[in-house]
């Protein structure tokens, strides 16, 4: 019994699926245990829902052992709409693709002026924090005054 109980209960999402929509959805979830009762061979009065949220019948306190039962047939199990199919063969692409180990991309030589900017960090490191600032300040004076054009005029006449 309860191996078709899980294997009824399995074909409605909205029983046990927290994200579904229509795990909301009051009526759609007593339609689909109105059905699973039915294919399990349980009356519909049963209730399903137990206070701990399992799907066990309640109403008599100790039900008689099942009966033996022939072998189950094997269900199929429903066939998925294809939205769902598409969905998961894109989403096993894009898993495939992240798993690939694409090497980075080489990074750029360094510049010489870059390289001489790297040479002088580990003496401003070691300067007091005001002494620092007042150093990155005259570098910065240099450069706008290295690179301000003055344009003498008087030059051209």
């Known amino acids: 019994m309860e191996d078709k109980l899980i294997v009824a209960v399995c074909g409605f999402p909205e029983l046990y699926d927290t994200s579904s929509y229509l795990y909301r959805d009051r009526t759609k979830k007593d339609m689909a ?18 206070e701990d949220g399992e799907e066990e ?35 096993e ?13 080489p990074a750029p030589p360094l510049s010489e002026d870059e390289l001489f900017m790297r040479s002088l960090v580990p003496s401003l490191e070691r300067l007091p924090p005001q002494q620092k600032e007042y150093v990155k300040f005259q570098i910065h004076k240099l450069i706008y005054e290295a690179s301000t054009v003055v344009l003498n005029l008087d030059h051209l006449e």
């Open 33 to 50: 245990w109105r059905k699973v009762s039915e294919d399990v061979g349980q009356p519909d009065e049963t209730d399903w829902s137990s």
């Open 57 to 91: 019948p309640q109403g008599a306190a100790a039900p008689p052992p099942p009966a033996p039962t022939p072998p189950m047939e094997k269900r199929r199990a429903p066939k998925r709409p294809r939205g769902i199919e598409k969905q998961r063969e894109v989403e």
């Open 93 to 105: 692409r894009l898993l495939q693709a992240l798993e690939r180990d694409t090497p980075a991309p």
